[in-house]
């Protein structure tokens, strides 16, 4: 799988779009960007993929770059309650065969009012 | 939605008792994996499963057991607990035959061993 990078943590402010970051230039043709956030004391949670066209989905936008080097996930109108760790993942589409997931560090993003 | 439900939220035993965490899905998903989330280590799969009766090692298999008897239960088990075993547990379901990266996590499960 190939190796992310995100900044360790965000402020923002509520109401404004919080724009995350990813770096991932060792990306593969076949690999998916996922994203997944996890707020304090709950599971991870599942809010959005793509492979090289941008995404969107009743919780986020997703906007991965032409070379597919990066991508940024968008929360339009951020409120309180997304307050949490975001995690942003590579991984090839599996069809079939159960497969784990790996969670690096990832973002932890702050709302404030 | 999917639904996955853990036993228990928080949990503290001994060292040395056999401690039992519990997983349930109610969305007919073949696939169950056990996680550990520790700070700064991120999620380490456990075990996994694939089937019912089926299990695969995942990175951390050592001092833990899984058992998979019905489709929609994943049991965890600890057969003597450590303090070294304190950490929050995630279970997560995912069906077979579509992006299985689309994991469902359930709230998890914080055991405190002392």
């Known amino acids: 799988d190939a190796k992310t990078t995100q900044p360790t943590s965000m402020d923002c402010a509520e109401g404004r779009a919080a724009n995350l970051p990813c770096n991932h230039s060792?990306?593969?043709?076949?690999?998916?960007v996922y994203w997944y956030r996890q707020i304090h004391s709950q599971g991870p949670q599942y809010i959005i993929h793509?492979?090289?066209n941008n995404e969107t989905n009743e919780m986020a936008s997703l906007i991965i770059t032409e070379d597919r080097k990066s991508s940024t996930l968008i929360l339009p109108h951020a409120t309180l309650r997304d307050t949490a760790v975001y995690y942003c993942?590579?991984?090839?589409?599996?069809?079939?065969?159960?497969?784990?997931?790996?969670f690096g560090t990832g973002t932890r993003l702050q709302v404030t009012l | 939605d999917v639904k996955v439900t853990q036993s228990s939220r928080y949990l503290v035993k001994r060292t040395g008792e056999k401690v039992f965490l519990e997983c349930v899905q109610d969305?007919?998903?073949?696939?169950m994996f056990w996680y550990r989330q520790d700070p700064g280590l991120g999620l380490r799969l456990i075990y996994f499963?694939?089937?019912?009766?089926?299990?695969e090692k995942g990175d951390i298999p050592e001092g833990y057991s899984v058992s998979r008897e019905k489709k929609e239960r994943f049991s965890l088990i600890l057969e003597s607990a450590s303090t070294n075993q304190t950490s929050m547990y995630l279970c997560?379901?995912?069906?077979?035959?579509?992006?299985?990266?689309?994991?469902?996590f359930g709230p998890g499960t914080r055991l405190t061993v002392l």
């Open positions: 499963s694939y089937d019912v009766k089926m299990k």
């Open positions: 969305m007919d998903h073949e696939n």
């Open positions: 060792t990306i593969s043709g076949n690999e998916y």
């Open positions: 997560a379901s995912t069906p077979w035959g579509r992006a299985s990266n689309e994991q469902f």
């Open positions: 793509g492979l090289k």
């Open positions: 993942i590579v991984r090839g589409k599996n069809t079939g065969t159960a497969s784990k997931l790996t």
